[in-house]
């Protein structure tokens, strides 16, 4: 009878044992909240440059200079025509962000392109990568697309400009009222011929001419006459 008590108390005791393992569970945990957690960045802003709130009148007064691997460059700039064209060209000049760049784009007798960051000697960063792929509104105007004339090079999309731009050697009727014209070369024309009539492979040039410095300065007097010989030219062709 004893044995039989033993062995009663024994079957008891193991379905117990295993209903109680069976419904503890492991109570719920959660990682509690850093202190110092860090927050999500947020896209910075672009930062100031030296023409942002400049006015037609103090764009007019200034001239942009290459000092290219072919020569020397003179521009003056046509505001009045092109704001924000002008704007961001003399922006790319005055902070050194066209130093280094190569005229990667070359059509005999007509063009040549230049103004693209990517092509800059040494590490391209981040913050030039971002300004490189700033775009403009277009600005579409009645200056003519001649010999000489600097303009916004841009897609085939509206609105895409960005940092390149175009030097015409030839004429360019065709791209009159579509593409920004918003300067002229005033002195170094011959050193855009010798770009222009450099090697080419398919508009791509054997070796690129590159700007070893931009610089943007006060224009000197005489490029007032041309200013105002460029706008009589305006009225007799309009």
Avoid: W
Wanted: with cysteine; charged share 25%.
């Amino acid at each position: 009878m004893f044995k039989t008590f033993i062995l009663l108390m024994l079957a008891a005791a193991v379905p117990s044992l295993a209903f109680g393992q069976a419904v503890t569970s492991t109570p719920e945990t959660k990682e509690p909240a850093k202190a110092n957690a860090r927050p999500t960045p947020k896209p910075s802003a672009a930062k100031p440059e030296p023409f942002d709130k400049a006015d037609v009148k103090t764009m007019a007064a200034q001239c942009v200079t290459f000092d290219t691997e072919a020569g020397v460059i003179e521009m003056e700039m046509f505001p009045e025509h092109a704001p924000e064209s002008v704007r961001n060209f003399l922006n790319l000049a005055a902070t050194g962000l066209f130093d280094t760049t190569v005229f990667g784009r070359v059509v005999p007798g007509f063009v040549i392109q230049g103004g693209d960051l990517y092509s800059r000697e040494g590490k391209v960063t981040y913050e030039i990568g971002m300004r490189a792929r700033r775009t403009l509104s277009d600005e579409p105007n009645k200056i003519l697309h001649e010999r000489g004339i600097l303009s916004m090079a841009r897609g085939e999309e509206a609105n895409t400009a960005m940092t390149s731009f175009f030097i015409l050697v030839g004429p360019g009727a065709h791209l009159d009222g579509k593409f920004a014209a918003f300067g002229r070369v005033t002195k170094g024309m011959e050193a855009v011929d010798a770009i222009n009539k450099a090697p080419v492979n398919e508009e791509k040039p054997e070796k690129p001419v590159r700007i070893k410095k931009a610089t943007v300065s006060p224009c000197p007097a005489t490029v007032g006459v041309s200013l105002l010989r460029a706008k009589s030219t305006l009225q007799r062709k309009a």
